[in-house]
C-alpha cells in the first residue's frame, strides 16, 4: 500500500507561472512531512519541510500549505524558473524511532523558458 | 569536501555476480540509509543504521546485507545478482538528536545494471 500519494506524475509549465503538487497521507501519526528535489544524475537534496502545528511554511519561492483534516500538504512554487526543472518528492515521516522517510512516486517538473 | 561519497557511481555487471557498494560521509552524522530508485524513480528505504546498529530493515531479499564498520561508513553487498536489481543505490545521512527529525543528506547515487 502507498502511504503517501502524490499529484500529478509530471507537469509543465511556464517561467514566471506557479508550479503545484499535492500529496496525500494515510497513517496520522505521521508528524514531519519534506520535499525533497532530484535533479537528474544527482540524488534528492531537502527543499523543505513542515511539521503539523503549522498550516504553512514559506522559504523564498516555495511554500508548503498544509491541512491536517483532509490529510494533504502541497507545494507551490511561486515564479517558477527554468533552473526548477527536476523532480519533486514529497514524503512523511512518523515520531519515534526509526525516523524512516516515506516517499511519494515524484513529479517532474519542466519549467519551459 | 562531498557530504555524502558513494563508490563505484556506475556499476555494470552481469547476473549472479557478487557487488559492493561503498558510501562514506564526512557530516559527523550518526545515522545512514541506503535507498533504491527504481526506473521509474520511486525512492523506497532498504536499510538503516545509527552507530553501526542496524535499526531499519525493510523487506529486502537477504541477498542484500548492510555492513557499517563504523558510523562514517555503510556499504552494500549484494549476492547473485538479478535483472530485477537494476536500480539506482543512494546512501544518505542524518544527524537524529533526541528523536528530533533532522534533514537527510543523500549521496550521488550508484547506478547499477545487471546483464
Known amino acids: 500500500q502507498q502511504q503517501v500519494k502524490q499529484s500529478p506524475q509530471s507537469l509543465i509549465v511556464q517561467k514566471g507561472g506557479i508550479s503545484i503538487i499535492n500529496c496525500a497521507y494515510e497513517?496520522?501519526?505521521?508528524?514531519?512531512f519534506p520535499w525533497y528535489q532530484q535533479f537528474p544524475g544527482k540524488g534528492p537534496a531537502l527543499l523543505i519541510a513542515?511539521?503539523?502545528?503549522?498550516s504553512e511554511k514559506k522559504e523564498g519561492r516555495f511554500t508548503i500549505s498544509f491541512n491536517k483534516s483532509a490529510k494533504q500538504f502541497s507545494l507551490h512554487i511561486m515564479d517558477s524558473q527554468p533552473g526548477d526543472s527536476a523532480t519533486y518528492f514529497c514524503?512523511?515521516?512518523?515520531?519515534?524511532?526509526?525516523?524512516?522517510?516515506?516517499f511519494g512516486k515524484g513529479m517532474k517538473l519542466t519549467v519551459n523558458p | 569536501d562531498t557530504a555524502v561519497s558513494q563508490t563505484p557511481k556506475y556499476l555494470v555487471t552481469q547476473m549472479g555476480n557478487d557487488k559492493s557498494i561503498k558510501c562514506e560521509q564526512n557530516?559527523?552524522?550518526?545515522?545512514m540509509y541506503w535507498y533504491k530508485q527504481d526506473s521509474k524513480k520511486f525512492l523506497k528505504i532498504m536499510f538503516s543504521?545509527?552507530?553501526?546498529?542496524?535499526?531499519i530493515n525493510e523487506t529486502v531479499p537477504n541477498r542484500f546485507s548492510p555492513k557499517s564498520p563504523d558510523k562514517a561508513h555503510l556499504n552494500l553487498h549484494i549476492n547473485s545478482l538479478e535483472l530485477g536489481d537494476s536500480a539506482v543505490y543512494f546512501c544518505?545521512?542524518?544527524?537524529?538528536?533526541?528523536?528530533?527529525?533532522?534533514?537527510?543528506?543523500f549521496g550521488p547515487g550508484t547506478r547499477l545494471l545487471v546483464l
Open positions: 514524503a512523511a515521516s512518523r515520531r519515534g524511532g526509526s525516523e524512516k522517510l516515506v
Open positions: 544518505a545521512s542524518s544527524q537524529n538528536t533526541g528523536g528530533i527529525r533532522e534533514t537527510q543528506y
Open positions: 557530516l559527523g552524522h550518526d545515522t
Open positions: 513542515i511539521r503539523p502545528d503549522v
Open positions: 497513517n496520522t501519526a505521521f508528524d514531519y
Open positions: 543504521y545509527n552507530n553501526k546498529e542496524l535499526i
